[in-house]
T-cell receptor, first 115, second 109 residues
Framework: DTAVSQTPKYLVTQMGNDKSIKCEQN?????MYWYKQDSKKFLKIMFS???????INETVPNRFSPKSPDKAHLNLHINSLELGDSAVYFC??????????????FGPGTRLTVT | GQNIDQPTEMTATEGAIVQINCTYQ??????LFWYQQHAGEAPTFLSY??LDGLEEKGRFSSFLSRSKGYSYLLLKELQMKDSASYLC??????????WGAGTKLIIKP
């Protein structure tokens, strides 16, 4: 019954590795997001994906690449992991972008630690 | 640049009332959201304001003044479970949410 799910919940890996985080939503929403929450608790949007249109945040390094096989899934692939990538990554979804009142539903988060 | 300001931390007593303020400067405005985030958990939606005034929802109310770039979240009859971070977020002209760093609310018995 989980609305937005992410796997894994915890991810510990070494610098230079490549890893993926998976996200699935069963709400029938059109829009999905990836956020990064750092140690100072700022939530920063990384990507939003609306009906197969990817909106890229230009401050995100190109080592990060989202992949959406279908409307219910938005995975995040990270190449050549760096120490500064350590953070909690949240996936979220909303009904769409057409109405600003649409709230976002968040997944439980993936705590990534790069050593 | 875009900026959301809210106090870092506040302390209140169980049963009391607390007001958490948020001021914002963004490129455009398409609404303001308040989310609650318990430690180690995901943010969950509390309220949405797009017009000036007060929106009441049970023990929680949210106020907006667009001309002042200001909002507050009012929590009444505080309970221990209200201990959490409260995040203010503004939707800008590109329909992207700009988030504040959150206010950590500590409730004491």
């Amino acid at each position: 019954d989980t609305a937005v799910s992410q796997t894994p919940k915890y991810l510990v890996t070494q610098m230079g590795n490549d890893k993926s985080i998976k996200c699935e939503q069963n709400l029938g929403h059109d829009t999905m997001y990836w956020y990064k929450q750092d140690s100072k608790k700022f939530l920063k949007i990384m990507f939003s994906y609306n009906n197969k249109e990817l909106i890229i945040n230009e401050t995100v390094p190109n080592r990060f690449s989202p992949k959406s096989p279908d409307k219910a899934h938005l995975n995040l692939h990270i190449n050549s992991l760096e120490l500064g990538d350590s953070a909690v990554y949240f996936c979220a979804s909303s009904q769409g972008l057409a109405d600003s009142s649409y709230e976002q539903y968040f997944g439980p988060g993936t705590r990534l630690t790069v050593t | 640049g875009q900026n959301i300001d809210q106090p870092t931390e506040m302390t209140a007593t169980e049963g009391a009332i607390v007001q958490i303020n948020c001021t914002y400067q963004t490129s455009g405005f398409n609404g303001l959201f308040w989310y609650q985030q318990h430690a180690g958990e995901a943010p969950t939606f509390l309220s949405y304001n797009v017009l000036d005034g007060l929106e009441e929802k049970g023990r929680f109310s949210s106020f907006l003044s667009r001309s002042k770039g200001y909002s507050y979240l009012l929590l009444k009859e505080l309970q221990m479970k209200d201990s959490a971070s409260y995040l203010c977020a503004v939707m800008d002209s590109n329909y992207q949410l700009i988030w504040g760093a959150g206010t950590k609310l500590i409730i004491k018995p």
